[in-house]
């Protein structure tokens, strides 16, 4: 399992890209909270929310 959230800048997503078999462009364009969640072969895009702003 791998998991990856936005990155701080290009080169970081460089890295990460190469590392997690994703795209550069997807790294830098999520937004707070968003991130890629790689299971073996399937990856899934998530997103994270701080429990203040969930409807309970």
């Known amino acids: ?3 990856c959230m936005r990155a701080e800048n290009k ?3 460089q890295e990460n890209a190469k ?3 994703v795209s550069e ?3 830098l ?3 707070p909270g968003e991130g890629i969640l790689i299971i073996g ?5 998530i997103r ?3 429990t203040s702003r969930r409807d309970l």
Do not use: G, Y
């Not at 072969?41 to 895009?45: A, G, I, L, Q």
């Open 1 to 3: 399992m791998k998991f």
């Open 11 to 13: 080169k970081q997503a």
């Open 19 to 21: 590392f997690f078999e």
């Open 25 to 27: 462009k997807d790294l």
């Open 29 to 31: 364009n999520f937004q």
């Open 41 to 45: 072969s399937e990856k899934m895009n």
């Open 48 to 50: 994270i929310v701080p």
